[in-house]
């Protein structure tokens, strides 16, 4: 499978909902599933590489399609507030690249 941009994603989100999907869940639907997402993917977070260990029938190799699931639904979300993801990424990349450029380096806590 090739690579695909984030507007492309966008895109095929998009064309999925309105072709299979029906129509998008509400906003604050899709808002409560992104944190019921990001809950799946933080308890096989803590189970993989924190302190818990997994339940009988648990899937360990899930931990690329738990964080497709989150990326999903904030595509999902980002399409329906009219968010083109690619630009916001730019933006933010840029904000962080200024606001940052000497913070992590003058971190005494981060070079222990």
């Not at 399609?65 to 730019?90: P, R, T």
């Amino acid at each position: 499978m090739e690579s695909i941009s984030l507007k492309e994603a966008q895109n095929q989100v998009d064309e999925w909902i309105k072709t299979i999907g029906v129509r998008y869940f509400s906003e604050l639907t899709n808002t409560a599933i992104l944190m019921e997402e990001v809950g799946e993917l933080a308890r096989l977070m803590a189970r993989q590489y924190g302190d818990q260990s997994f339940k009988k029938g648990e899937d360990k190799d899930a931990l690329g399609d738990e964080m497709a699931d989150v990326l999903w639904v904030l595509i999902c979300l980002a399409n329906q507030c009219g968010i083109d993801l690619e630009e916001a990424f730019k933006q933010n990349m840029l904000k962080k690249t200024q606001r940052d450029s000497d913070r992590h380096q003058n971190n005494p806590k981060l070079f222990k």
